[in-house]
Structure formats: structure tokens, C-alpha cells
């Protein structure tokens, strides 16, 4: 007899959002969560007395404005703080030698023209291209994609995408192409010259994507990152007050106003399938957990060749979530610091717009595409990209007075490594590489450091499910995005066991805290809940 409606395995900010919505749709949810806090990678911890940050995600920017509407998550606590401006990278150690990007077109011009006149005139026409194709995205997120060899609705859904696309310009078509299938570098060199506002922006081409900036596909990586906004501003990056954790517990509070039951410290082994349907789950202690229907709001390649034991899944599918591409070359380090980094290009401890921003090591696309290169040949990059935030000074409650927090999304990180070597051994060795990247730019850095916490590849896996540390739970290809997300005829969220559904970032629109998979697997749950398919 079924314990519940709806299981579902994983307490994510993509689960919690599903879980809300069934909820407020009569569905009686239970979740099942491993880790003793709800959040799954966005959640706030202490790594050092006194010093408390995002142990994983980072910033906010994607979250999708609806979601945040429908769950009323402002209205439950959560408040977020705009970065003073976007980003800024030291591009080399005398004065000056530094870009800041704005969220003022006419003040990021001047910055350009300092570096190239002709950058800074081909500005304007950068951004109408990356808003408009912005827009087109931002209408997908929270659409159904089509299944290949699909029914009629599905034949609906590709037609109403086809039509989106059709009623653009040529010239926008055309964009929407390059940005699906070239690389960042060579979308941007056809705005850019100069190498390091080619690499400022391909930076987001690379984020999460274990890639060069000059793989095709790259370009989408970039666009990905550009179709969020903050308090109502497109475009614009911000700072959840109490970390990226006070997002999910303003999520756990409504699912569990709605009559959600959150279990945590509860693993799940094995999804249970009888008859091919998915009934329920088997927990680590060998409890079974029976519903009418599961949700997974897990990495899909860790659901259906983890979870979903041998025979109950067509050996073709098992094949390819086998190779369904994971890895995003990621190493995460939170730090206590005593002060805040004095740049030699910027000179200044006391906080300034460039301390509240997002801090970019990777002064040209050629330092980008050598990080690269170091990882495939060694491991990690012995130059490696780092992106350091400072959320103490937009948010004093995560630092003792006088002191800071800093996060270190650093990239070109082998999710493996070769040569008998793993990530427990090679942890400590990468972790010094970073510091001295950054104090190289920032002298003090090394000296102000009280305390670290430090997160390679596997560290991510093993604490957050994250397989080969992938923060997207897959690559963001063309193979793996929209009708092919995670695999051709399975992209509605609706898996090839009956009965089993998909919520979390490896299905349609991808990765970050968006909300989005979340939302749109409810739509779908409902939907057939509400057709008794269950």
C-alpha cells in the first residue's frame, strides 16, 4: 500500500520547489534527503567559528522570477542584495591594469575604451545581440520540451518552439544558431579584439563546462549565464542575505506549510520498480518507502545507473546514462579571511564596488584556454580561473565583526585524475595553487587567511551527489539540452520507468538555482496525476 502520492529523493532547491507545488495541488509528498540539512548545493554552513558561507552555489542571479512568485519565498524570508557592480578582473599587478564590467552600458563603455576604442564602440551591438537571444531563451525555461518520436502533444510543443524561432528575424535566427553551436571565443571575436574583454566574457562561456572557450557549444554555456535577474533588473547578479541557504529554507518552509514531510539523514539505495513501475524507494537502513509515483531530483546518470538496478532498465538507455557527460572541472574553497584583498591593479583593502562584485582570475581568453590545457595534461591548471566573491561585505552576519568570508569557484580541474592519482591525495596541492593564483594579483591574500574549506571534484560528489563534481548534472551540450535533456525521448521529465519523473537540473533547462526543473516536472506530475496515470 502506498505510503504517499509523490516521493521524492532529494531535499534540492529543485525538489523543494517541486515538492511545494504538488503540494498546493491536494498531492499528499513525502522527501527523502541524505545529508541532515535540506538544500542539497545551496545551503549555508560554518566551516570556522564564527565564519559561515555557501558551501557550494554561490550567487543568485538565474532563479526564476515565477517560481520565486508562486512560492511567495520573499514573504518567507528571503531577501537578496545586487552586487555594486557586476564583475572585475586584475588583469595584470600596476596600477590600472584591471577591467570592471558595470551594469551601466554607457560607464562599461568608457572602462572598454580604455583597453580598446573599437571594443568599446561594438559594445552596444554585443548586448543587443546576448538580450535578445536572452529573451528567446527566457520564453523556453519553463516550456515542456518535446519528446523525439513523441505523440501529439509532443508534435504541438515542437511546433509552438519551431513557430518561436520562425517569427524571429533572419538575422536573430542566425544568432540563435551561433550562439547554440559555436564556441564563446569565436561568437565573441566577431564583437572583440582585445584578449581580455574576449576572455571577461567568454569566462561564462566556461563556467560549470570543463571546456575551452574555443569548444563549440561553449557559446550556449554563455548565454546560459546571461538569461537571469535580480529584484525585477535582467541581467543583474546578486547575494541571498544568509547565503545561498536562505533560499532553500524560505523553499523548505513552504513545502512544509503545503503538508510536505522532509526526512532527512536518509539514503536512498535503490529505487524500487515492480511490474515497471516505479512504487517507491529502499533506504541505506533497508527501509522501503512505498508512493504511487517517485520524483528524483538527483544527477540522472546517478538515478538510472545507481538507483535503478540491472533489468529494470532497457540496456540501450543503460548504455547511454553510462556515457551521459558529466563533469565540470570545478573546485570550490570557502576561506576565512582577517581582511579583505588588496589588488596591486586596485590598490585598497577597505571595501570597495570591486570587492562586491565577482572577482575574475583569467585575464585574457589565452589564460582561459591554458587553464584548459593544463588540466587535460596534468590534472588541474597550474594557472588556475578563480572567481572570488566576498558576500561579507554585502552581508555582516556571516563574519565576526572586522572580518570576511570569501568564495573560490576555481575552474580546470580534472573530475578524474590519472596516474594513480585521486583528488584525497591531490587536494591539499591544488588548494596551494589556487591561494597562489590569487595572492599573485592580491599580495595580502596568503597572510589574511584564517582558515579554509576546500572541495575538489569528488569532495563535491560525495557531499552533494554532484557526480564528477558536475554542478550542472551534465554537461550543457547539444546533445544534452532541451528535446535531448537527459536523452532523446525522455526530456518531459518523465523517465523510461513508469512512474518515475525527473525534477533536478539534469533535466530541461539545466543547471543552476533556477527552480525551473522543479516547476515544470510539477506541471508534468500534475498532469498525469490528474489523468490517472498513476
Known amino acids: 500500500m502506498a505510503e504517499t502520492d509523490i516521493l521524492i529523493i532529494g531535499a534540492g532547491h529543485n525538489g523543494l520547489v517541486c515538492a511545494a507545488y504538488l503540494a498546493k495541488a491536494g498531492l499528499k509528498v513525502r522527501m527523502i534527503e541524505r545529508r541532515h540539512i535540506v538544500g542539497g548545493a545551496a545551503v549555508t554552513e560554518e566551516f570556522h567559528p564564527g565564519f559561515r558561507n555557501s558551501t557550494a552555489s554561490y550567487t543568485v542571479s538565474l532563479l526564476n522570477p515565477k517560481v520565486i512568485a508562486d512560492l511567495d519565498l520573499h514573504a518567507n524570508g528571503l531577501k537578496i542584495v545586487e552586487r555594486d557592480i557586476s564583475n572585475f578582473w586584475p588583469l595584470g599587478t600596476k596600477p590600472g591594469e584591471y577591467l570592471k564590467l558595470t551594469f551601466d552600458p554607457a560607464r562599461n563603455a568608457e572602462e572598454f575604451a580604455r583597453h580598446s576604442p573599437k571594443d568599446a564602440e561594438a559594445l552596444p551591438r554585443y548586448y543587443e545581440a546576448i538580450d535578445k537571444a536572452a529573451d528567446v531563451l527566457r520564453a523556453l525555461v519553463l516550456d515542456i520540451p518535446p519528446n523525439v518520436g513523441g505523440g501529439f502533444s509532443d508534435l504541438i510543443r515542437a511546433a509552438k518552439t519551431g513557430d518561436r524561432i520562425r517569427r524571429l528575424k533572419l ?70 542575505v544568509g547565503g545561498m541557504g536562505a533560499i532553500t529554507e524560505a523553499m523548505k518552509r513552504v513545502a512544509e506549510a503545503r503538508g510536505v514531510e522532509i526526512t532527512t539523514q536518509s539514503a536512498v539505495s535503490e529505487l524500487v520498480v515492480e511490474g515497471g513501475r516505479a512504487v517507491g524507494v529502499k533506504l541505506e537502513s533497508g527501509e522501503v518507502v512505498r508512493a504511487r509515483a517517485v520524483a528524483a531530483n538527483v544527477n540522472p546518470k546517478l538515478l538510472l545507473t545507481g538507483m535503478v538496478k540491472n533489468g529494470a532498465l532497457d540496456p540501450d538507455m543503460r548504455r547511454r546514462m553510462e556515457n551521459y557527460a558529466c563533469g565540470s572541472g570545478t573546485f570550490r574553497m570557502n576561506v576565512a579571511l582577517s581582511e579583505l584583498p588588496d589588488f596591486d591593479c586596485l590598490p585598497g583593502a577597505e571595501a570597495g564596488e570591486h570587492h562586491r562584485s565577482g572577482i575574475v582570475i583569467g585575464p585574457s581568453v589565452q589564460y582561459l584556454e591554458k587553464a584548459w590545457l593544463d588540466a587535460r595534461t596534468y590534472g588541474w591548471s597550474r594557472e588556475p580561473v578563480v572567481e572570488m566573491l566576498l558576500p561579507s561585505t554585502m552581508d555582516d552576519s556571516l563574519a565576526p565583526p572586522g572580518k570576511h568570508v570569501a568564495s573560490l569557484f576555481c575552474q580546470q580541474f580534472a573530475p578524474e585524475l590519472s596516474d594513480g592519482r585521486n583528488w584525497d591525495m591531490c587536494r591539499d596541492l591544488a588548494a596551494e595553487t589556487i591561494i597562489a593564483t590569487v595572492t599573485r594579483y592580491a599580495p595580502n591574500f596568503r597572510r589574511s587567511i584564517i582558515a579554509t574549506q576546500m572541495h575538489s571534484p569528488l569532495d563535491l560528489e560525495r557531499k552533494f551527489g554532484l557526480v564528477g563534481g558536475d554542478i550542472m548534472h551534465g554537461r550543457l551540450s547539444l546533445d544534452q539540452m532541451f528535446a535531448f535533456r537527459p536523452q532523446a525521448g525522455h526530456a518531459d521529465y518523465r523517465m523510461p520507468i513508469k512512474g518515475l519523473y525527473l525534477c533536478g537540473s539534469g533535466a530541461h533547462p539545466g543547471g543552476g538555482v533556477t527552480g525551473a526543473p522543479g516547476h515544470n516536472a510539477a506541471k508534468v506530475i500534475i498532469e498525469d496525476w490528474k489523468r490517472r496515470r498513476f
Not at 566556461?206 to 571546456?211: F, K, Q
Open 171 to 240: 538575422a536573430d535566427q542566425r544568432l540563435i544558431i551561433d550562439l547554440f553551436t559555436k564556441s564563446a571565443a569565436e561568437f565573441l571575436r566577431g564583437y572583440f579584439e582585445h584578449p581580455a574583454i574576449i576572455g571577461a566574457f567568454a569566462f561564462d562561456g566556461i563556467v560549470g563546462a570543463y571546456a575551452s572557450p574555443e569548444t563549440p557549444g561553449t557559446a550556449y554555456v554563455l548565454l546560459h549565464h546571461a538569461f537571469g535577474e535580480v529584484n525585477g533588473k535582467k541581467g543583474r547578479w546578486g547575494h541571498a
